[in-house]
T-cell receptor, first 114, second 114 residues
Framework: KNQVEQSPQSLIILEGKNCTLQ??????????LRWYKQDTGRGPVSLTIMTFSENTKSNGRYTATLDADTKQSSLHITASQLSDSASYICVVSLYNTNAGKSTFGDGTTLTVKP | NAGVTQTPKFQVLKTGQSMTLQCAQD?????MYWYRQDPGMGLRLIYYSASEGTTDKGEVPNGYNVSRLNKREFSLRLESAAPSQTSVYFC?????????????FGPGTRLLVL
């Protein structure tokens, strides 16, 4: 069964610090990997998407990396802000299938404290 | 630009009651989705509609029905609500059904079944 595992489950950091969230997957054959940010009480918002040929994608202070060989991705947040407090969700999609076949991770809850 | 709207925002039902969750998008998107999100768990796809006039089952379709009323609107119906259907329901839309097409989520409907 295709799986997406995210770690850690939750993380607390101080404002201004950097952090890295992990996403490991078994989805194969792989098409793309997307990271979403979900603020409390809101719907998810897409941060980045990477295909198998890309190994880095940035969106402001958010940088996603992908190692398709080891089936691992990370989301690095630089100089964290209070507004970064949210759940971060990794979504992996199968090759040659539609969005209905994507697999969502359970998310990492990040809390940034002043 | 409203994006994806959902009604109601919150609903309490008794076991066995029925209700319809409404979703509308104003982005002229072809594809629409219904997800549920339980505490501490990832988003799970209930049903999706690749284009107007088509619907397909997702990962957890049992106990639900959907209607793609037109290109803008996609409703989710619970015929006989059960406590296990207590969850937050998100509607999303995307330009196309490809997994590379960004999904835009609504604010969610919080459903409590007693």
């Amino acid at each position: 069964k295709n799986q997406v595992e995210q770690s850690p489950q939750s993380l607390i950091i101080l404002e201004g610090k950097n952090c890295t969230l992990q996403c490991n997957y078994t989805v194969s054959p792989f098409s793309n990997l997307r990271w979403y940010k979900q603020d409390t009480g809101r719907g998810p918002v897409s941060l980045t998407i990477m295909t198998f040929s890309e190994n880095t994608k940035s969106n402001g202070r958010y940088t996603a990396t992908l190692d398709a060989d080891t089936k691992q991705s990370s989301l690095h947040i630089t100089a964290s802000q209070l507004s970064d407090s949210a759940s971060y969700i990794c979504v992996v999609s199968l090759y040659n299938t539609n969005a209905g076949k994507s697999t969502f991770g359970d998310g990492t809850t990040l809390t940034v404290k002043p | 630009n409203a994006g994806v709207t959902q009604t109601p925002k919150f609903q309490v039902l008794k076991t066995g009651q029925s209700m319809t969750l409404q979703c509308a998008q104003d982005m002229n998107h072809n594809s629409m989705y219904w997800y549920r999100q339980d505490p501490g768990m990832g988003l799970r796809l209930i049903y999706y509609s690749a284009s107007e006039g088509t619907t397909d089952k997702g990962e957890v379709p049992n106990g639900y029905n959907v209607s793609r009323l037109n290109k803008r609107e996609f409703s989710l119906r619970l015929e006989s609500a059960a406590p296990s259907q207590t969850s937050v329901y998100f509607c999303a839309s995307s330009a196309g059904i490809s997994s590379a097409s960004t999904q835009y989520f609504g604010p969610g409907t919080r459903l409590l079944v007693l």
